[in-house]
């Protein structure tokens, strides 16, 4: 039994589906779901049936017992020991109810065999009793976790009455009520064939196995086959995309090869037409000259004819002449035709017949090129940090090649460590379209190293480059807060959010509280209750751009949204099994559009809804989600936290499986119970490993980078982290559930 596991679902896993209280009396249906006795009965009296029972959580239909009293459902012992070890967990906050006297005391025993509680003065009475002396009681303040296995997996007792205080330990094969304690078999079944409860659970055990073989085939097999699915789906997408990616590179070329043709000749066409224009204009210029010299010539001449005296005429004819003979001489000019260039553009129409009949390419399986070559320079390549991104320079020298290698190439880098340290590792470039390349590195180690970049295994001029590596590492700066329900204090803080001002958001003992990022208490909004603006075990919360603040209050199976001062606004979703209806939804984020994703926890869906609360759409569901809790969009996909397989599982916007990565352990990417996510601005995935009581640092696609954190009560450790959220200025905020506070670390 995972008891760490167990633990951190206690308080869901004995609360009454219909009240939402701890089960009282609980009883379990055939449907194997259980219900306080009295929630049952008030379900069965509003439906008017009265021979069948309906259950409130899948409405499978069963028979009323034939004495038509509800109490005769089976009793569920298992959920009973449930509810003791809740009460034995919680009893630091609340105080116990005495089995024998019924008083409340925090100074409280448990008695394994009795399976009560004890005061103190009821312990002193029970351990009177001589009958009891081999009892083993223990003070719930000393519980570990193997005394919580024994509580939980504690005997069941005979319903029968009088038979209240006999342990049931036989199995009568002909009767129907076949399990019986020592006092049935005796009065009741004598020469009945009856055996010993243990031997009979161990047949049926194999028989159950054996049962349950072909469904757990037939599941696997259909997990299996969704797995493929989601496999050949991301194969397709990627292969679509490096299509397209191809084509348009093609296309791009064709387009600038086209441009460059239509700039030559339209250079060309301006040239010439420059030229022709400068010559016409010269001439026209030169004619218009003369123009005016004759007009200027006449215009004398008609002068001395109009408006001269004889003598003058006499006087003035001789220099006249002359004039005119000399502008009669000018010559007129003729229109060249060679003047005017005849340029004319002829289609080159084999252009046209090739694309029209051959298209501008081809689909078929891709094949590898030759290796252009080419010379990287480091750009700032001094120093990095684990899990950072280093630039490149990378030009090609191959001058009939435009890129320096091709998108089918296969590009690597080693990155080696002096002395015996080395780490290497296969990237794919990432073209920043400024003639730069982007490679992520997150070697595991410290210390002087050397990048070199290949192209299809050979080394490209100029690599390797010299970096020197520091690994990740985070500093505490403070916590606060302590347990308490006043304000600024805590009863286990759940969700953390932070607005554009560096408030820091907290969802704790239904309520929400608003600190400075310092950890002053600023204000808080909302209390117990199911009405607007009331909570019962607010989790996952965010805050939009416009200051409107989401709240997941997951017992009431709802959203609510309030403005950035904690007032009202509206609210969505209600508990059922619809799109627009939630059971126990958990995590809280907005994606790039302002969208709310909503972890369904209860339904296994991931779910998205516009900022004003219409349904958009989901993707999940039980056979690829086991126990999701938290998800947060990063470009086109979505990461999920799923702490049902203890792993991070990465989804395409349109539902299906892209990776997950992290399996069950205390190992560096391993986890026991992932919680809430965040992203860092270097993008990073934060993940809260919850019982390894730590913070875990990923590359987006899975290779981890660093953690930090450890178990214990001092600053910078914890105790079952939950949720994690980021400041502006890069420093981190992590809500330490058990520990009751909030811690700051310093960025990385």
């Known amino acids: 039994m995972d008891i760490p596991k167990l633990l951190f679902n206690l308080r869901e896993e004995a609360s009454c589906p219909v009240c939402k209280d701890i089960l009282k009396d609980p009883r379990y249906l055939p449907c194997l779901h259980s219900f306080c006795l009295h929630c049952l009965s008030n379900w069965h009296r509003a439906s008017g049936a009265q021979v069948d029972l309906s259950c409130p959580k899948c409405q499978g239909r069963s028979r009323v017992p034939t004495s038509g009293d509800l109490k005769d459902l089976?009793?569920?012992?298992?959920?009973?020991?449930?509810?003791?070890?809740?009460?034995?967990?919680?009893?630091?906050?609340?105080?116990?109810?005495?089995?024998?006297?019924?008083?409340?005391?925090?100074?409280?025993?448990?008695?394994?065999?009795?399976?009560?509680?004890?005061?103190?003065?009821?312990?002193?009475?029970?351990?009177?009793?001589?009958?009891?002396?081999?009892?083993?009681?223990?003070?719930?303040?000393?519980f570990q976790e193997k005394d919580y296995e024994v509580v939980v997996k504690r005997p069941?007792?005979?319903?029968?009455?009088?038979?209240?205080?006999?342990?049931?330990?036989?199995?009568?094969?002909?009767?129907?009520?076949?399990?019986?304690?020592?006092?049935?078999?005796?009065?009741?079944?004598?020469?009945?064939?009856?055996?010993?409860?243990?031997?009979?659970?161990?047949?049926q055990k194999?028989?159950?196995?054996?049962?349950?073989?072909?469904?757990?085939?037939?599941?696997?097999?259909?997990?299996?086959?969704?797995?493929?699915?989601?496999?050949?789906?991301?194969?397709?997408?990627?292969r679509s995309e490096d299509m397209l990616r191809d084509l348009d590179v093609f296309v791009d070329n064709l387009t600038r090869r086209l441009q460059e043709e239509r700039q030559h000749?339209?250079?060309?066409?301006?040239?010439?037409?420059?030229?022709?224009?400068?010559?016409?204009?010269?001439?026209?210029?030169?004619?218009?000259?003369?123009?005016?010299?004759?007009?200027?010539?006449?215009?004398?001449a008609e002068k001395l004819l109009t408006h001269s005296t004889d003598a003058e005429v006499v006087q003035l004819k001789k220099p006249l002449q002359s004039i005119l003979e000399r502008v009669g001489q000018l010559e007129p000019f003729e229109r060249d035709p060679e003047s005017l260039f005849e340029l004319a553009f002829v289609e080159n129409n084999k252009i046209l017949e090739t694309i029209n009949d051959d298209g501008i390419g081809l689909l078929r399986f891709r094949s590898t090129t030759d290796l252009c070559e080419s010379v990287a320079e480091g750009k700032g390549l001094c120093e990095g940090t684990v899990g950072r991104e280093a630039q490149f320079n990378l030009t090609t020298r191959n001058a009939a090649a435009e890129q320096c290698y091709n998108k089918n190439d296969n590009v690597t880098v080693d990155l080696t460590g002096e002395g015996e340290q080395e780490s290497k590792t296969t990237f794919l470039f990432n073209d920043n379209k400024d003639g730069t390349y982007k490679i992520s590195y997150s070697p595991n180690f410290e210390g002087k190293c050397f990048l070199s970049v290949k192209v299809n295994g050979q080394h490209i001029r100029g690599s390797p480059f010299s970096v020197v590596i520091k690994s990740f590492n985070v500093k505490p700066l403070l916590s606060f807060g302590k347990e308490g329900t006043n304000d600024g204090m805590f009863m286990h803080p759940r969700g953390l959010a932070v607005n554009s001002r560096d408030e820091i958001a907290v969802t704790s003992d239904h309520k929400v509280q608003i600190f400075d990022c310092k950890g002053n208490f600023l204000r808080s909004f909302g209390h117990k209750g199911s009405d607007k603006g009331q909570f019962q075990s607010p989790r996952g919360i965010a805050v939009a751009k416009n200051g409107n603040i989401y709240v997941v209050d997951s017992w009431n199976h709802r959203v609510q949204i309030f403005d950035e001062d904690g007032r009202y606004l509206s609210m969505f979703g209600k508990e059922g099994i619809l799109d627009t209806q939630f059971k126990d939804p958990w995590g809280l984020s907005l994606d790039s559009n302002g969208n709310i994703i909503v972890v369904d926890k209860g339904n296994k869906f991931i779910k998205l809804f516009s900022s004003d609360g219409e349904f958009l759409t989901k993707i999940g569901g039980p056979s690829s989600l086991s126990d999701p809790v938290h998800c947060v969009q990063s470009g086109d996909y979505l990461?999920?936290?799923?702490?049902?397989?203890?792993?991070?599982?990465?989804?395409?916007?349109?539902?299906?499986?892209?990776?997950?990565?992290?399996?069950?352990?205390?190992?560096?990417?391993?986890?026991?119970?992932?919680?809430?996510?965040?992203?860092?601005?270097?993008?990073h995935l934060l993940v809260c490993d919850h019982c390894n009581h730590r913070v875990q640092v990923f590359e987006l696609n899975g290779k981890f980078v660093g953690k930090f954190g450890k178990e214990g009560c001092n600053l910078g450790e914890f105790k079952n982290p939950l949720s994690v959220a980021l400041l502006s200025n890069g420093q981190i905020v992590v809500c330490d559930y058990w520990n009751n506070r909030i811690h700051i670390f310093d960025e990385p």
């Open 74 to 142: 089976p009793t569920s012992f298992f959920l009973s020991g449930f509810i003791d070890a809740l009460a034995i967990k919680e009893s630091d906050k609340t105080q116990v109810t005495c089995g024998n006297c019924d008083k409340k005391s925090s100074e409280t025993s448990y008695c394994f065999e009795c399976c009560k509680f004890y005061c103190e003065e009821c312990l002193i009475a029970h351990n009177i009793i001589r009958s009891y002396k081999d009892h083993r009681v223990l003070a719930v303040k000393d």
């Open 206 to 238: 194999i028989e159950i196995a054996g049962l349950i073989q072909t469904p757990t085939d037939n599941l696997q097999a259909k997990v299996k086959m969704i797995t493929q699915i989601d496999e050949d789906y991301a194969q397709l997408v990627q």
């Open 265 to 300: 000749i339209k250079a060309t066409v301006e040239n010439e037409t420059k030229k022709s224009l400068e010559s016409l204009t010269t001439k026209k210029t030169a004619i218009q000259k003369e123009i005016k010299e004759i007009e200027s010539a006449l215009e004398k």
């Open 156 to 203: 069941v007792f005979c319903s029968r009455k009088g038979h209240e205080k006999e342990e049931v330990k036989f199995f009568c094969k002909i009767c129907p009520e076949n399990t019986v304690c020592q006092t049935c078999v005796t009065l009741d079944h004598a020469g009945h064939k009856v055996t010993l409860i243990q031997e009979e659970a161990e047949a």
């Open 639 to 683: 990461i999920l936290s799923d702490r049902g397989d203890n792993c991070v599982k990465v989804f395409t916007q349109e539902g299906y499986l892209k990776y997950k990565f992290g399996t069950t352990g205390m190992e560096n990417g391993q986890f026991n119970i992932p919680a809430f996510l965040s992203l860092t601005k270097s993008g």
